[in-house]
Structure formats: structure tokens, C-alpha cells
């Protein structure tokens, strides 16, 4: 069992920062990757970025370049930075972990809301 708990979510003005984070426990020697999530009001969540364990990272198109996933491996701790935020970019964020063994197995937070005023 793997266990996540984001932070740092908030409200923020259009073109401002934020930096979430997402501590994991349990199980982390069998994560594969991690990644966070988002899913805005009335529409399905959908990826925002990944990092394996090798440190290897994909985003999401409406995000390059304005995000930045990292994770520090001494405090199992993954981040989000988040610059030159848009309106559109307002949902709630969820960290993901991912095993992957004979079956695939995804670990959720509880989510952190991020609201962009313009």
C-alpha cells in the first residue's frame, strides 16, 4: 500500500506561482512512477505530468513550460511548480503513484485545489 498527501493548493492571481507537493509513505520501494493529475468542474480528470524513477518526465502540452514536476527521493516527496498560471488551469489536483507487477496499481491523494482568478 502506498500512501500520498498533497499540499499547497490555494488561490492565486493569473499569472502567479504555486508549488504543490505530495509526500508518500507505505510501500515506495514498489513505485514505478508518479505523476499528478487535474480534473476541472464538470470534465474528467486528465494528466498533467509524470516522473519515473529513473527521473525521467512527460507534461501535458497546455503545460509545458509553465510547469515543472521534480521529486526529492530523500524526503519521498514529489512537487509541482506551477508559473505563469492561467485560469484555466483552476481544478483539483491529485498526485498519482503507479506500481506496476503482473497487474498495474494506482495510488491517489485526496486532491488540493488550486483556483486562478484573472
Known amino acids: 500500500q502506498v500512501q500520498l498527501v498533497e499540499s499547497g493548493g490555494g488561490l492565486v492571481q493569473a499569472g502567479g506561482s504555486l508549488r504543490l507537493s505530495c509526500a508518500a509513505s507505505?510501500?515506495?520501494?514498489?513505485?514505478?512512477?508518479m505523476g499528478w493529475y487535474r480534473q476541472a468542474p464538470g470534465k474528467q480528470r486528465e494528466l498533467v505530468a509524470t516522473i519515473t524513477t529513473g527521473g525521467t518526465t512527460n507534461y501535458a502540452d497546455s503545460v509545458k513550460g509553465r510547469f515543472t514536476i521534480s521529486r526529492d527521493n530523500a524526503k519521498n516527496t514529489m512537487y509541482l511548480q506551477m508559473n505563469s498560471l492561467k485560469p484555466e488551469d483552476t481544478a483539483v489536483y491529485y498526485c498519482?503513484?503507479?506500481?506496476?507487477?503482473?497487474?498495474?496499481?494506482?495510488?491517489w491523494g485526496q486532491g488540493t485545489q488550486v483556483t486562478v482568478s484573472s
Open positions: 498519482n503513484a503507479r506500481v506496476i507487477r503482473v497487474v498495474k496499481i494506482d495510488y
Open positions: 507505505g510501500s515506495i520501494f514498489s513505485i514505478n512512477a
